[in-house]
């Protein structure tokens, strides 16, 4: 079983965005994955198995 969504969490890719961040807020969870840039703030639609390969940490997001 993987890791548990939720929106507003912050997950660490493997791979480092051209601006030079590696975390990214989840903005929508589903079959697809909307994540924000947590540096430029670049939008990107992933599916999930894609977002669960890359994963590399997940921080919950504070309530």
């Known amino acids: 079983m993987g890791l548990d969504y939720k929106v507003g969490d912050i997950v660490k890719l493997k791979k480092p ?3 030079g961040s590696q975390e990214w807020e ?5 079959a697809d994955f909307r994540l924000k840039c947590v540096g430029c703030e670049h939008q990107v ?3 999930r198995r894609q977002v669960e390969k890359s994963t590399k940490g997940l ?3 504070s309530e």
């Open 17 to 19: 965005h051209p601006c």
């Open 26 to 30: 989840i903005l929508r969870v589903g």
């Open 45 to 47: 639609m992933l599916s």
């Open 59 to 61: 921080t919950k997001k």
